[in-house]
């Protein structure tokens, strides 16, 4: 259990370094690929008794297990089903000043692609607004915006579009 | 040959079996009953000693059939196989029910040039309407024919032949471990010697040409957020352009090469910024709050069309380069984007949403009137041919997005298939 919690101290110490370089200023640097961000490791929670001893981000039983958020066509406001969960990543940020949050913005496929990237930006920044109203502050959360070019579903209908127009919220170091 | 000629001529391409998996198929799905009957004689070759590595004849053919302006004789019609004015008899073509007639050989110089030499004839008058002795390589025989087929296209139509050019386009695909490769592939406008300019794990998105043909400028998410590249085609080398929080998407260049049209969303929504590459400053052309993306050059470089949702959906605006009010250009529609000018200036091809279905459409920028060139679910990224004849854009074939070509008053329609992957995004070279 000792060594757990000094393991998880380790990571949010890394979690912070993480944020630290990673946001800085209006201008990137050409060296600021962060590699590995969807195979990194994946922590599974441990239930001791009926106390959760994992990840928060991974609680099964907190909002914070939800980190993508679906939208209706052509619209970047956020549904109310989600709302409790943007509030919990917002305070969870707030709570964790080190911890750093990629808002990812996505689009389904109809329409032309470099609106669609304009339109998934604006779902991010919806969701980026929403956070930092919960105390996250601005060089905690980075809104990218990758309009069609990478959806999760690859079919032509309403069944797959449902499932592109979303937005992840990508914890790079966790 | 009436009316249509529906996916009735498959033009497969000599290749090697290497580039196999990378060659474009053209498939003409569409073609116009007034399509004029032509006759191009397979060209003799006077080498005694080896055959021509590329058959002339049928690549010319090929050109002139994909216009859709031409029908070609089949050469086992061909009552004979003449390759000088001597040995044409027009009466023979005439009953044969041609119009024109192109006959042509290839001269070896001893000295390792070759020369091309074809004739252009009209059968009915019995004169020859151009001709031409071309200098030549071995290597260059493809491109030699290409030129050719440009001649006999100016000659007969009138209007400048875009054989001779390029194109780029995106092609995505996805290995067993669901692993993406996107690239950047440049290839003639017949689709053959497909070549990848840029190969990256991550989207790479909105190829465009510099004016003078020499450079392609794209999107790449490499960096996992996006930035613009400019890469000289010959060398491979290129540049990154300094990058913003946000977007940096959308360039485009302007007429005379000194400056890019992009979208940046660094002061807040999507706007229009001018690039100029010789300072290397950064202008904005935009402030609305809504999202202002997609920026075209007119011809003139006087303007800038851009796709726009300030007035609810997204539509069609154009605004001085010096800045100042825009002014909406499309009316008709809920959604009105990407819009391209034609080489005239006087057209601009877009994506036009109909019935839920996206189409690609023209707009006459004097009248406004709007004609819809396809019949497509997902059709986006229409791109002109330099001399304005047809437009290619993206379609989806009901399970992955391939290129397809329309003529610009859409009686003329063709698919170009890819084999096993998506290839989307295309964009017409300029002339050389």
Redesign the interface.
């Known amino acids: 259990m000792k060594m757990y919690k000094n393991l998880l101290t380790g990571l949010l110490l890394s979690t912070a370094l993480a944020g630290c370089s990673m946001f800085g200023g209006?201008?990137?640097s050409?060296e600021?690929?962060?590699s590995g961000?969807h195979d990194g490791a994946q922590t599974s929670g441990m239930m001791d008794g009926n106390k959760y001893t994992g990840h928060p981000l991974d609680n099964p039983a907190s909002p914070l297990a939800t980190k993508i958020i679906y939208f209706a066509f052509d619209s970047s406001a956020v549904e109310p089903q989600y709302e409790a969960v943007i509030a919990a990543h917002g305070a969870y940020l707030a709570a964790n000043s080190g911890v750093s949050v990629?808002v990812e913005g996505h689009a389904d496929?109809?329409?032309?692609?470099?609106?669609n990237?304009?339109?998934s930006?604006?779902r991010a920044n919806t969701v980026q607004n929403l956070l930092s109203l919960q105390g996250a502050s601005a060089n905690q959360t980075?809104?990218?915006?990758?309009?069609e070019?990478?959806p999760v579903a690859v079919g032509?209908d309403e069944s797959s579009w449902s499932l592109n127009r979303r937005v992840e919220l990508i914890y790079p170091a966790h | 040959m009436k009316r249509m000629i529906r996916a009735a001529l498959i033009l497969t391409f000599l290749i090697s079996s290497a580039a196999l998996s990378e060659a474009l198929k053209i498939e003409i799905t569409q073609g116009v009953s007034s399509a004029q009957p032509i006759a191009v004689v397979p060209f003799l070759n006077t080498q005694s000693t080896s055959a021509l590595p590329v058959d002339i004849a049928q690549i010319i053919s090929d050109d002139l059939v994909r216009s859709g302006r031409f029908k070609s004789l089949s050469r086992f019609d061909m009552l004979n196989k003449p390759s000088s004015a001597e040995q044409v008899n027009f009466r023979n073509w005439q009953a044969l029910g041609q119009d024109n007639l192109v006959i042509g050989k290839v001269i070896d110089n001893a000295n390792g040039q070759l020369t091309v030499q074809f004739q252009l004839f009209d059968v009915y008058k019995g004169e020859q309407l151009t001709g031409f002795s071309i200098p030549a390589n071995r290597s260059d025989l493809r491109a030699v024919a290409h030129r050719i087929s440009d001649l006999i296209y100016e000659k007969l139509t009138g209007q400048k032949g875009a054989f001779s050019t390029r194109m780029a386009y995106v092609t995505s695909m996805q290995d067993l471990n669901g692993q993406h490769e996107y690239k950047i592939q440049v290839a003639d406008a017949d689709g053959f010697g497909a070549k990848t300019i840029v190969t990256s794990s991550e989207?790479i998105?909105?190829p465009t040409w510099s004016p003078a043909g020499d450079k392609i400028s794209y999107v790449s998410?490499?960096?996992?957020?996006?930035?613009i590249y400019t890469q000289t085609l010959k060398t491979g080398a290129r540049e990154?352009l300094?990058?913003?929080?946000?977007?940096n998407?959308?360039p485009s260049w302007s007429p005379d090469g000194t400056q890019l049209a992009l979208?940046l969303?660094?002061d807040g929504?999507?706007d229009i910024y001018i690039y100029n590459v010789i300072t290397r400053s950064f202008r904005r052309l935009t402030t609305s709050y809504a999202?202002d993306?997609?920026p075209d050059w007119s011809p003139d470089g006087r303007q800038i069309v851009f796709?726009s949702d300030r007035g609810g959906k997204?539509q069609i605006y154009r605004v001085s380069v010096n800045g100042g009010q825009a002014a909406r250009v499309t009316y008709e529609g809920s959604?009105n984007?990407?819009a391209r000018h034609s080489p005239d200036g006087k057209n601009i091809a877009m994506?036009h949403?109909v019935n839920g279905q996206?189409r690609i459409a023209t707009l006459e920028l004097k009248t406004g009137f709007i004609s819809i060139l396809t019949d497509g679910?997902?059709d986006?990224?229409p791109s002109y041919a330099p001399n304005g004849s047809m437009i290619l854009y993206s379609t989806?074939d009901?399970l992955k997005s391939i290129l397809a070509a329309v003529s610009s008053d859409g009686k003329v329609r063709q698919k170009l298939r890819l084999q096993g992957g998506e290839v989307r995004?295309p964009a017409w070279s300029p002339f050389k």
Not at chain 1, 109 to 115: M, Q, V
Not at chain 2, 221 to 227: A, I, K, N
């Open positions: 209006d201008e990137q050409s600021g690929a962060m961000m990629i496929e109809r329409g032309t692609r470099e609106y990237v304009a339109l930006e604006r980075e809104a990218v915006a990758l309009g070019e990478k032509h | 989207p998105m909105s998410f490499e960096q996992r957020r996006s930035s990154k300094r990058s913003f929080k946000g977007i998407g959308a979208t969303s660094k929504s999507a999202i993306t997609e796709t997204p959604y984007a990407r994506v949403r996206y679910k997902l986006e990224s989806n009901g995004e």
